[in-house]
């Protein structure tokens, strides 16, 4: 019995897989004395847009043309669709031109549209312009999906002033713009980075009455979420909330979750994942990602570890992309046992990717699990997974911060032997890790290596060649590995300026360091906090005091707030040339910028005033520690013990001492030889 076309349409519908519906149309089609009607053809066509699927239209409109199948608008209409949104517009074109011949139907409107759209979404300008000017020719009148494509045409050339100009034309003439009109205008907006324009335009939509959807809102908070603007993302929540007409829906959600995970705000995430239930929102593989990869990122894999298995129970497929975020949440939280369970289930799932063992070798490397790290590495050539650069970046780096440099050298070795891919990372680990044992002449090498294997020299390659150079007192061969990296089309950053200008310092060329900032200057790099406190630093080790305060001065002029370690830097600086009074008020300034001094600002302070006798006000200062809830460490308490031996205070220096054993502190070296000395010199015995 041949099947009809009905039933085949009813057949094609139930059919959840293209491919498979494909496979039950071609099956169809070879029956003996079967013709597909127009409603079978306008099915299978518009499931073929698919990228994958798209190449087999061309033989289906070789078969409406042979069985001469009269087919409405509609069919012709799915398959310039097709070939538009699969940047086709040749193809487009020829079908258009074609319809009668084909089809039996002239183009309307719609088909007119379409085929202005495709001509759009491959981005070619010039004849989607020139087909606009046809419309009059052929006697077409443009409605308002034409006047939303051009609408589209001016937003992808971001002419975004242009498009909304062409919004207010369309009131004055008459047309009401409707809501895919302003959602083309928003979405434009948001991508360009104009948030606050595409709000305006958001807002226009509610003056003028047309009805919004929840895609705008959707745009809208992901833009502001993606810009950081946590307050604005929430705003448009609740206006959205607040709407009767719209609601949120699970892309909404999938938004939301995601971005307040990033803004680190997760019980406004849990809040919204109870929201999704009570209001029967069902999540998607995106959701539980999302949340999982939040989760796990701020430390709490044991909430990812719920997460997961409510998704595995709710029997969503679990991809890659979620076991990955579940290994990486294993790996920063030590659980290496748990990390290995699930790496089994990934591989009998099949769920594993590069991606999957550049996760697991970094974490291993960062819990010190070297054995096992090289031992995924081997099992990743063994399963003819190809390593990429970060692969070989993750492990020659983990390797050098383990101390395992010369196995990093062997991999190495072995990567460029065998033309793997290798990036500045896996370099620059390598070198760093030779700078800090003290190789420089591999380190040196090295950096000749990495042109020959094609991998561009980049600023941070020659920053730690150049401050392992500055290590090693060498630093003729910093400043001439300096200027060599503009020869080698390699442009110095500002931590190329500081590295140098730190080393020029700790041997008082500060004339040269000088010069220094002079060259970032006209090179248009402005010096940062660092530079400057390289400078006084090295001014107030030289004990050259007054150019110091000159620069901090500067400093302050234009317009940079100091933090803790600057001031640290100079009080430390005043107290060594005994201006402890000056000292005294550069901390009562800092307080007054809201610098909140640390342990270390109240150590240099009462080590200066016990150094000019005054153990009174340095005692105070001893208070002020108490006060604000710091924790005096061995250094406070040396410092203390010091001064008040130097003062003949012994009987406070012993209670002091005690206070340090009652609060879980114990005495160093440097503390029994202060008390000792003491005693000696003030002929006590204990």
């Known amino acids: 019995m041949v099947i009809s076309a009905k039933r085949l349409l009813n057949l094609l519908k139930a059919e959840k897989n293209p491919h498979t519906a494909l496979a039950l149309f071609d099956s169809a089609t070879r029956e003996p004395g079967y013709a597909h009607s127009p409603h079978v053809f ?37 398959v310039i669709q097709a070939y538009g949104k699969n940047s086709m517009p040749d193809k487009a074109l020829d079908v258009f031109q074609r319809m009668n011949e084909i089809f039996g139907c002239e183009a309307g409107v719609r088909s007119y549209n ?25 006697g077409i009148s443009p409605n308002l999906q034409t006047y939303n494509i051009l609408i589209k045409i001016l937003c992808r050339k971001r002419q975004f002033e242009k498009a909304k100009r062409f919004l207010n034309s369309l009131w004055e003439n008459g047309l009401k713009p409707d ?35 929840v895609v705008c809102y959707n745009i809208l908070i992901d833009g502001f979420f993606k810009k950081g603007d946590y307050m604005r993302a929430k705003e448009i929540w609740e206006r959205l909330v607040m709407e009767t007409s719209v609601y949120p829906n699970v892309v909404t959600y999938n938004v939301m979750i995601n971005g307040l995970c990033k803004c680190g705000r997760f019980d406004e995430c849990l809040e919204m994942w109870d929201r999704m239930k009570k209001n029967e929102r069902e999540k998607d593989s995106f959701t539980y990602c999302s949340f999982i990869h939040g989760l796990c990122k701020a430390g709490n894999v044991e909430g990812a570890e719920r997460v997961y298995r409510e998704m595995v129970e709710s029997g969503i497929f679990v991809d890659v992309v979620t076991y990955n975020a579940m290994i990486d949440g294993f790996c920063r939280a030590g659980k290496i046992k748990e990390c290995f369970e699930l790496w089994e289930v990934m591989g009998r799932k099949g769920c594993l990717n590069v991606v999957s063992y550049n996760i697991l070798i970094r974490g291993l490397l960062e819990n010190g699990k070297v054995d096992e790290a090289i031992s995924i590495w081997e099992l990743l050539r063994e399963k003819n997974c190809n390593a990429d650069s970060t692969t070989h970046g993750v492990l020659i780096n983990g390797l050098c911060k383990n101390g395992y440099l010369n196995k990093a050298i062997q991999i190495l070795n072995e990567v460029e032997e065998g033309g793997g891919d290798l990036d500045a990372f896996a370099y620059t680990s390598m070198i760093d890790g030779l700078c800090k044992e003290g190789r420089l002449a591999d380190a040196a090498s090295l950096v000749n290596r990495m042109d020959k294997h094609g991998c561009k020299l980049n600023a941070y390659t020659c920053n730690s060649l150049m401050n392992g150079f500055i290590q090693a007192s060498k630093l003729e061969n910093a400043i001439f590995l300096f200027k060599e990296m503009s020869r080698k089309g390699c442009s110095p950053t500002v931590v190329s300026y500081n590295t140098l200008i730190n080393g020029l310092c700790k041997v008082e060329r500060f004339g040269e360091a000088y010069g220094f900032v002079k060259e970032m200057l006209e090179k248009g790099w402005k010096p940062d906090m660092i530079t400057y406190s390289l400078l006084i630093n090295g001014l107030c080790q030289s004990k050259k005091i007054d150019m110091a305060l000159k620069l901090w001065c500067q400093f302050l002029q234009k317009g940079f707030t100091p933090d803790v370690t600057m001031y640290n830097i100079l009080i430390h600086g005043l107290c060594s040339a005994g201006k402890v009074e000056d000292a005294l008020q550069l901390y009562s300034n800092m307080k007054k910028r809201n610098c909140v001094p640390n342990l270390v600002t109240y150590n240099t302070l009462m080590d200066g005033l016990f150094k000019t006798g005054d153990c009174d006000k340095a005692l105070e200062i001893w208070n002020h520690i108490l006060e604000e809830r710091l924790r005096p460490d061995i250094i406070s308490y040396n410092i203390t013990l010091k001064g008040l031996c130097s003062c003949s205070r012994m009987s406070d220096a012993f209670e002091f001492l005690n206070d340090a054993l009652c609060r879980g502190i114990l005495p160093t070296t440097i503390t029994w030889h202060i008390l000792v000395r003491a005693v000696m010199n003030n002929g006590a015995s204990t």
């Open 42 to 78: 306008h099915h299978i066509l518009r499931r073929l847009i698919d990228p994958k699927l798209v190449v087999h239209v061309s033989r289906i409109l070789e078969l409406i043309e042979i069985q001469k199948c009269y087919c409405p608008e509609d069919v012709a209409l799915s």
């Open 114 to 138: 379409a085929l202005l759209n495709a001509f759009v979404e491959s981005k070619q300008w010039d004849r989607a312009e020139s087909f606009i000017s046809y419309f009059e020719t052929a």
């Open 179 to 213: 809501v895919y009109s302003y959602g083309t205008v928003i979405n434009g907006l948001v991508k360009s980075g104009d948030l606050l324009g595409a709000l305006a335009v958001f807002d226009e939509m509610f003056e003028r009455g047309v009805e919004t959807n």
